[in-house]
């Protein structure tokens, strides 16, 4: 007779919790001596190629505030469309330039900014270009599963318009969510969590 599978329950969902900045942004915290610098807090030096940009905003919740606890990271391709990663195979990607970073919404205004290059194109599994674009990944207490979305550039509309993943999004009107603003080398972009301007979130 087979054994009854039900002793076994649910373990609680886990939020990111009051301890994720302990652990991942030690500095930040005041909590010296673990890393020179947190990891993920610099992606560029004095020799990275490319047009330098700065990507600043904001975690926004349903009531229209800003989440002061939230820890957002970025992956982006360098200004060829290469990725800091040993599965790139199109080429070798900028050495002087991490393509990821990491960093803290500011515990008084919940704004996060980053200092970064503007990426290049690169290929969706299909062979056609997607728009140069920034992956975020938002993390922050409340929220079970860090939330996935994107950033382009809203001077590249023509890409845009073409890029696989933005031309799947069935409700046009919600593509605008993942536009950032422009402000010469300035792009801000604020993520909204609910509501009617919410940003278009990825199941990957």
Request: overall charge negative.
């Amino acid at each position: 007779m087979a054994q009854p599978l039900d002793y076994l329950k649910e373990s609680p969902s886990q939020t990111a919790g009051p301890y994720v900045h302990i652990g991942c942004l030690p500095n930040f915290c005041g909590i010296a001596g673990v890393y020179p610098a947190d990891l993920g807090h610099s992606m560029v030096n004095a020799r990275t190629r490319g047009e330098r940009i700065t990507l600043s905003g904001r975690i926004i919740d349903g009531t229209g505030t800003p989440l002061r606890d939230a820890m957002v990271e970025i992956w982006q391709a360098d200004a060829a469309g290469l990725y800091n990663s040993p599965s790139e195979t199109r080429g070798t990607a900028d050495p002087d330039f991490t393509g990821w970073g990491r960093q803290a919404a500011d515990p008084e205004t919940g704004l996060w900014r980053f200092e970064t290059i503007r990426p290049g194109p690169v290929p969706f599994p299909d062979g056609r270009l997607q728009a140069p674009h920034i992956s975020v990944w938002i993390v922050a207490r409340g929220i079970n599963l860090g939330l996935n979305t994107r950033i382009y550039f809203p001077e590249n509309e023509a890409a845009n318009a073409a890029d696989p993943v933005l031309s799947r999004i069935e409700h046009k009107n919600r593509v605008p969510t993942l536009i950032a603003r422009r402000d010469g080398a300035a792009y801000s972009h604020d993520i909204h969590l609910q509501g009617d301007a919410e940003t278009v979130f990825l199941d990957i």
